[in-house]
Structures are given as C-alpha cells and as structure tokens.
C-alpha cells in the first residue's frame, strides 16, 4: 500500500486517515450548520435552507481559495452570508470547539461603501 497524502482543508493525511477525516470534516459541518442556525435566529432572521447553504459555501470557498469576491444584485443577501460566516466561526471558537478552521475571525472592512 502506498503512503500516498491528500488534502482535506489545511491537512494532509495519509491514506489509512481519510475515514476519520471525513468524519471530522461532516461534524465540523454539521457544528457550522448549528451556528449559522443559532447565529441567524439571534439576528432575528428567518432561518431559510438557501441562506444556510450559501453560508456553508461561503465557508467551504474561503478554506480552498486565497481570495473571494461575493458579488450580487442589491438585497440579495451577500452582508448577511460573509457576516453570519464570521460570527459563526467566532461563536464556534468561543464555545472551544476544534476543527480545521475554527478561529475567532477578525474584519477589516476597506473602501466601505456606506
């Protein structure tokens, strides 16, 4: 058997591993889906499937690109995802939670447009 590696997030494991990754890597999904869910509530939003996947998606592309652009037409969400991601993150990592890329997340905003 071959000792090859693969990426999951920022870890490389060896193949015996992927099992158990997969493992952390759904409950560290299922861990963000309850935040974002708690975290929407306290902002008294309604709790909707899209905004809750778009968040997910969110979070999946900031951990697999260096960079990302959220672009859309006015009112149609894009504040609400990358602010609901932060604090999620932020509740995660207050609460201890451990995973691949539980930090407290800190924004600086640039060119504000308010």
């Known amino acids: 058997m071959a000792n090859h590696c693969i990426h999951v997030g920022y870890v490389a494991v060896k193949d015996q ?3 158990s990754v997969r493992k952390c890597v759904v409950d560290l ?5 309850q935040a974002v869910l708690t975290e929407l509530k306290d902002r008294t939003l309604q709790p909707l499937p ?15 690109r260096h960079s990302t652009m959220i672009v859309g037409t006015t009112l149609s969400g894009k504040t609400v995802t990358w602010r609901v991601l932060q604090a999620s993150l932020s509740r995660l ?3 201890g ?4 890329a539980i ?8 060119n504000r447009q308010d």
């Not at 899209?50 to 951990?63: M, S």
């Open 17 to 19: 591993s992927v099992i």
């Open 93 to 95: 990592c207050k609460e």
């Open 50 to 64: 899209e905004t809750v996947i778009k968040v997910i998606q969110l979070y999946e592309t900031k951990n697999s």
């Open 103 to 110: 930090v407290k997340v800190l924004m600086y905003c640039l």
């Open 97 to 100: 939670e451990t995973g691949i």
């Open 29 to 33: 999904l299922v861990q963000l889906k």
